[in-house]
């Protein structure tokens, strides 16, 4: 099993441009996650899925969206870049409340 | 918000010693749970403990669980210099929502061999 797989690994975009962010799973997990992490922090929820076509809002929303149209695939859009979304960006996936990470996309807008 | 606090945020100890980092949190949880994050990787599950278990073991991990103080520890014995990372508690409050976990800050760790 791959597990958890994001991609790109590293992204750099220019304040409005848009872009979306790939996260898919082969562990047939019900439950996806999107987080971020800015320096010298924990993570953050950004936005959940308890299953393909289930989406809610965590902590911090505001400038992204997702959709979760297969149980493998949750992306995460980001509809114009500002400098305040540079970041580390990490899906994870959830059996049983234990959640398993991806390797994370670095995210610069400038 | 964060849900978590943890204490200490850096922790400098020799091969060999213990390592206990604690956390706080503010809310009632159904789960506790820790995470190792070494530098530049994703989060790696370490261990999960239930609200109503006071302490769990997992190899050389040991974590207690205070419901009543809403406060948790993280004991790493006979650390290593791999043990070196960031540690995270995180919580999970149950119910409506479920899975939808609330990190802590972080500890950072390092051991010198």
């Known amino acids: 099993n791959a597990g958890v797989t994001q991609t790109p690994k590293f992204q750099v975009l220019k304040t409005g441009q848009s872009m979306t962010l790939q996260c898919a799973q082969d562990?047939?997990?019900?439950?996806m996650s999107w987080y971020r992490q800015d320096p010298g922090m924990g993570l953050r929820l950004i936005h959940y899925?308890?299953?393909?076509?289930?989406?809610d809002q965590g902590e911090v929303p505001n400038g992204y969206n997702v959709s979760r149209s297969t149980t493998e695939d949750f992306p995460l859009r980001l509809l114009s870049a500002a400098p305040s979304q540079t970041s580390v960006y990490f899906c994870?996936?959830?059996?049983?409340?234990?959640?398993?990470f991806g390797p994370g996309t670095r995210l610069t807008v400038t | 918000s964060q849900q978590g606090e943890e204490d200490p945020q850096a922790l400098s100890i020799q091969e060999g010693e213990n390592a206990t980092m604690n956390c706080s949190y503010k809310t009632s949880i159904n789960n506790l749970q820790w995470y190792r994050q070494n530098s530049g990787r994703g989060l790696v599950h370490l261990i999960l403990i239930r609200s109503n278990e006071r302490e769990k073991h997992s190899g050389r991990l040991r974590v207690t669980l205070d419901t009543s103080k809403k406060s948790s520890s993280l004991l790493i014995t006979a650390s290593r210099a791999a043990d070196t990372a960031s540690y995270f508690c995180a919580t999970d409050a149950g119910g409506t929502s479920y899975g939808k976990l609330t990190f802590g800050q972080g500890t950072i760790l390092t051991v010198h061999p």
């Open positions: 899925s308890v299953g393909a076509g289930i989406t």
């Open positions: 562990m047939n997990h019900e439950y």
């Open positions: 994870a996936s959830s059996y049983r409340g234990e959640q398993y």
